[in-house]
């Protein structure tokens, strides 16, 4: 599975953007998850969602602000984001797996090359 993320950019704080994951091939049984790396600090998860779409997960720090969703017809997971902040900037990486939803990025076998978000205040 290869995976193109996209929709990254420059927004000031309060704004929103929506980020896509196009992934060639299927996408049966793959959870779809969202990571994110600022300068200087760790991947962290950000978001996640299992391959039927009935569960998802967010990390503390943008629940309430961010969903997930995905649109298996077109092999592609969305990630909206709302209520932006200066520290939600990083590099946004999808990733899939096969199997179940999962939290850390270890557990994750495919990767996308990343996208570029950046809140400015």
């Known amino acids: 599975v290869q995976l193109q993320a996209s929709g990254g950019g420059l927004v000031q704080a309060g704004g929103s953007l929506k980020l896509s994951c196009a992934a060639s091939?299927?996408?049966?049984?793959?959870?779809m998850g969202w990571f994110r790396q600022a300068p200087g600090k760790e991947r962290e998860f950000v978001s996640g969602?299992?391959?039927?779409?009935?569960?998802?997960s967010y990390a503390d720090s943008v629940k309430g602000r961010f969903t997930i969703s995905r649109d298996d017809a077109k092999n592609t997971v969305f990630l909206q984001m709302n209520s932006l902040k200066p520290e939600d900037t990083a590099v946004y990486y999808c990733?899939?797996?096969?199997?179940?939803?999962?939290?850390?990025?270890?557990?994750?076998?495919?990767w996308g090359q990343g996208t570029q978000l950046t809140v400015s205040s």
């Open positions: 990733a899939t797996r096969v199997g179940r939803l999962k939290t850390s990025s270890w557990e994750y076998d495919y």
């Open positions: 091939g299927s996408t049966f049984n793959h959870a």
């Open positions: 969602i299992s391959w039927t779409g009935d569960f998802t």
